[in-house]
């Protein structure tokens, strides 16, 4: 059997596992439907209209038109490719450290997964909406901006100012020590007398 002869039996087999995979650009995206699909135009101009796009469970993106696309058709056939891989490099970070992982979206915010333990958080504004509670459980936290409380704020240790303060409303306390001196407790000289007056009285 000479090479000609061969290579017209191995002619269907790979043209077949030519088939087997492709890659493209993304057109377009429908997120409304159970599976996300996605249009896509092949390295040869072929088209590809309503591409199955699985995602890992917990996970969803909707990726950009211009995205690289990297596909697989079953059995060879076009019209049952299913999408592997979309990527984008004009978004992607780059110069992550070895281990890293992470989650970007194109205009710059993501979160970065780091060694050390360290998760760094970079955005414009983060929210977070809890319908029933946030426990932040830390030995510190340390906020370099200003904070603003819209409510009620409960302090069961204690509190440190090293600045100054001001207040608009009014303070109920059971003591107050102002200067080293007890407020409740302090007496002084009764115009210039002997005698001395007694502790503050409510008034």
Known sequence: MNDEVIS???APVMRGVRLLFGRGVLTGTTDTMKIQNVQITGMDGETFDDVERPQQYGQISVP???AEVFLACAGGQRDQAVVLVVEDRRSRPTGLTAGDTGVYHHEGHRIRLTKNGRIIVT???LEIYADEGVQVDTPEAHFTGNVT???NLHVKGNVSIDGTGRSQGTF???EAVIAGITYSGHVHHDNGEGSKTGGPENG
């Open 149 to 151: 409380v819209d409510k």
């Open 172 to 174: 109920t306390m059971s």
């Open 64 to 66: 950009l038109p211009g």
């Open 8 to 10: 017209r039996l191995l």
């Open 123 to 125: 955005c414009k504004t």
